[in-house]
Structure formats: C-alpha cells, structure tokens
C-alpha cells in the first residue's frame, strides 16, 4: 500500500538525513553517487534484495554526444545533433528545454561516470540505431544492463554510498506547504521505520509492473508480456497524483519487438539494423524494421499467433556475439540456421513461396535502390546469403515513458508548473522524452533520463539540502 500524509510536519523520525533516494537502478545510484560528490550525508534505499531494476534487464547503452570515446573514434557529434535526432524520433512531442539540457551534459556525465567512478565506458561501432545520425551509444564491454549495474554498485561502494536494501518505502511524510519531511519503509521483519530527509529523490521507475495502471493509461498493451523489472509498480505517480503533481505523456512507452520467444531474452535490433528482417507466419514481411524497435512490439504482436521470425545470415550472425544476450539466445537454442530458403520453410513452418517471393522482393529493391512498399531501403551489401539464421520472437512491453513533469535541475512541478520545494524525480519515474506514445522512443531513451538526469537532480538535491542548513 503507497500512502501520503499530511501531517504538518509533526512526526518523529528515527533518523534524518539531508539526502534520501528511493530506487537504485542506474538513476538512484547515479543520483546518489552525484549528491554524495557535494559532501552530503545520502542514503538510497532499494525494495529489493538485489539493486537490478530495469536497467539489470536492458542491454545498457546509454547515449551521450560530444565524448571523448566519439573523439576518438573520429566521430563528430555534438548537443544540437543530437537533441534534434531525439525532437525528431519523438514527432517535436518532448518537453524541448528538457531534450537540450539532457543532450549537453550527456557527455561530461559519461566522462564524470568513466573518470571519477571507474565505469569503462566504450562507443558502440558498426551500425547506426534507428532514429540515431551519429555513433553515440556508449556501453560497458560485455554490452549488458547487468555489467552496467555491477560497475555502478562497484561505484557506490569505493564512494561509501549507503545503498539500504529490502527497504520497501510505504509513505512519504509532508507538511502543509507540500515539502517532504520524510518517509516510511517497512523492513523483511514488517518492521515499519521512519527516515527524515531535507531533499527526496524518486529513482522508483514507472509503472509497468502494475497491471491496474497499464490498463488506465496504456490500454493498447493490457495484454501485452511485459519484459521489464516487476517492482515498477508505479509509486512515483500515486504519491504523485495525491500531491497534486503534473503528470505527462502517460500513454508513452518502450516496447520491443524482438524477445526471443520462449526464450525470453532480448535480441538487439542491431539484427535489423545490419540487414536482418522480420516476417510473420505467412511467410511475409509486414513492417519497415528501420522505423524502430519500441513501435515495433505492438505490429508483432498484431501477427498471426502474436510472433514473428528474424531472419538474418552468418554476415550478421558474427556480429551479433559481441553481445552477451545474443550468445545467451544462441547457447539456449533460440537461434537456428538453414543452409537453404527451403530448409529454413521447412524447419519454420513457413510457406515456401511467400518466403521466396519475400526475399525476391528485397533482392529487387537492393537491386534498383527504391524504398520497398513499406519504405525501407535495402543495400547491396546487405543482401541475405545463406546460410540463413532465424528467431522466434515476440513483441512485449519493456517500460514505460510518462511520469512526474520536472524541469530542466529535476524538481518535480505541480499542475500549476510550480516546482515542490525539495521533491525531485528522474528516469522512469518522471516524465520522459519519448513523446506522447510508443513511437518516439528512440534507442538509448531510458538511460539518457535515468542517468544524465539521475546525475542533474542528485546535483540540485545535494544543493537543496545544503541551503536549508545554510
């Protein structure tokens, strides 16, 4: 149960630090991690017995523009490029002070990440994500969530930030002026415990995990597999509500349309982006796979039993081992490969002349350079040759994009656009930059908010508290 009190203020607390964070997923951590730097007492207090959240189950790209790593790879970049690639994925639909900010301290946060905190950061090479005109996508060398929120909590130790785990936080405290006091969490044991604060972030993701919100806010994906971390339950927004806070772009998300299936292990778009395609059961294409990977869960999931199979050739095969979940799908079984179109119809259960006509149809628009009827261009050099690869995937829900509106420092606004006085919010839990639905997600969106932001709010909280001490 998320609950809110007003209660004046007039509550004793067992302890009171200038500093609190609820969530230690990538914001939470980064967030800590940058209110710590001010030299302040921090605490981040994590539900779970193991700090994951969503950023555990993501490949863990985070983009950045103007860095040293795109230098250096003779990649130019720059802030204005990049928000306008995000206002453009997103149709314009983003807060656009929100979109600048994030893209111009992109860089000197990854840096500050890579420098001060150890994270071994390196430019993603080879292919460009949809919506993306530079290289910008920055990763760890494994090219997952996991090693991302292994090198955060190596982070947080070497820093001695306090990370509480199964710490579950029930209730916020707040006066009469809406300034949070403190909160209340409830311990393994069903011990409750009260924590003062003079600054509160909320790192606590969005609400994927709650099937009640879904279906009030994204209806579309009620039925939907959500692949995202099941402790999203939302609270951000239901303390939120009863605050009086603005909530925006509720009815934007992530999705991915290509969860390997049974498997369940998400299968990067790079398949797609290097010359892959999906076809349904019928054997046909049914989509431009250029558009992106989020928009493309739900055209999945509209298919004929509610997959589809990526077909690809041993060219994009080797690519594909530089990530660690691609070696995962292979080493369970998900990928299979044909030495043939008709060995491949075969072992699919796929009709062997939609497939030949299929691939004929590709070969056609490689051939002339026009845009096929879906309007993807296909090159030369990315014409499919056997022997063929191929994965069972689905469509699912991977998080969602609305929440809290904040500005440009993190503080979160009421409807009025007023900001709270020391209540800030980042990544999942506030109001993303993805626009208004599932088709301006752009690669990479979920991280730039939870880290970049995640950093800026941990920036203005640590300057909160010390001015009410000032």
């Not at 558009?291 to 999931?301: D, H, K, L, M």
């Not at 709270?420 to 599932?438: E, T």
Request: net charge negative; proline share 4%; with cysteine.
């Amino acid at each position: 149960m998320v609950t809110l009190k007003t209660d004046g203020g007039h509550i004793g607390f067992d302890l009171s630090l200038p500093v609190v964070v609820i969530g230690a997923g990538a914001c939470g951590l980064v967030a800590g991690l940058a209110a710590k730097a001010r030299g302040l007492d921090v605490v981040v207090l994590e539900r779970d017995a193991e700090p994951r959240g969503s950023t555990f189950m993501s490949s863990g790209f985070v983009p950045a523009a103007d860095t040293r790593f795109q230098r250096q790879a003779g990649v130019e970049d720059s802030a204005d490029i990049m928000a306008a690639d995000i206002q453009g994925k997103n149709h314009g639909q983003a807060d656009p002070d929100i979109v600048a900010t994030l893209a111009s301290r992109s860089g000197a946060v990854i840096e500050w990440l890579a420098d001060q905190h150890g994270v071994p950061f390196e430019l993603v090479q080879g292919f460009l994500y949809p919506g993306h005109s530079r290289l910008r996508m920055h990763c760890t060398p494994r090219r997952t969530g996991e090693e991302l929120m292994a090198c955060l909590l190596n982070a947080a130790r070497a820093a001695e930030l306090d990370v509480l785990t199964q710490a579950r936080v029930t209730t916020l405290h707040v006066d009469d002026g809406n300034r949070v006091r403190g909160l209340t969490y409830l311990r393994p044991d069903g011990a409750e415990e009260r924590l003062g604060c003079d600054t509160l972030v909320l790192a606590c993701n969005g609400f994927g995990g709650n099937p009640d919100l879904i279906e009030r806010y994204i209806p579309s994906m009620k039925d939907a597999l959500y692949f995202g971390h099941e402790s999203n339950q939302g609270e951000a927004v239901r303390w939120g509500e009863v605050l009086g806070a603005s909530l925006k772009d509720m009815g934007a998300y992530q999705g991915h349309g290509s969860l390997a299936w049974p498997h369940q292990t998400l299968i990067s778009w790079a398949l797609m982006m290097q010359g892959g395609v999906q076809v349904n059961r019928l054997g046909e294409r049914f989509s431009n796979e250029h558009g992106g990977y989020s928009e493309q869960a739900a055209r999945v999931i509209a298919q004929p039993e509610g997959v589809a199979f990526n077909l690809y050739d041993g060219r994009i095969h080797e690519q594909a081992l530089a990530f660690e979940d691609y070696r995962n799908a292979r080493d369970t079984g998900a990928v299979r490969t044909f030495d043939s179109l008709e060995a491949l119809s075969e072992g699919l259960g796929l009709p062997l002349a939609a497939l030949c006509g299929t691939f004929a149809e590709m070969s056609a628009r490689a051939g002339d350079g026009e845009p096929d009827r879906f309007g993807r261009r296909f090159e030369p050099v990315h014409r499919l040759t056997p022997p063929y690869y191929a994965i069972r995937v689905t469509g699912a829900l991977f998080h969602t994009q609305g929440g809290l509106e904040i500005d440009t420092r993190g503080r979160v606004l009421d409807t009025g656009g007023r900001p709270f006085p020391n209540l800030l919010a980042a990544g999942g839990a506030a109001r993303g930059v993805s626009g208004a639905g599932d088709d301006g997600y752009m690669s990479g969106n979920g991280l730039l908010s939870a880290v970049v932001m995640g950093a800026l709010a941990g920036d203005t909280a640590a300057e909160l508290a010390g001015a009410s001490h000032g």
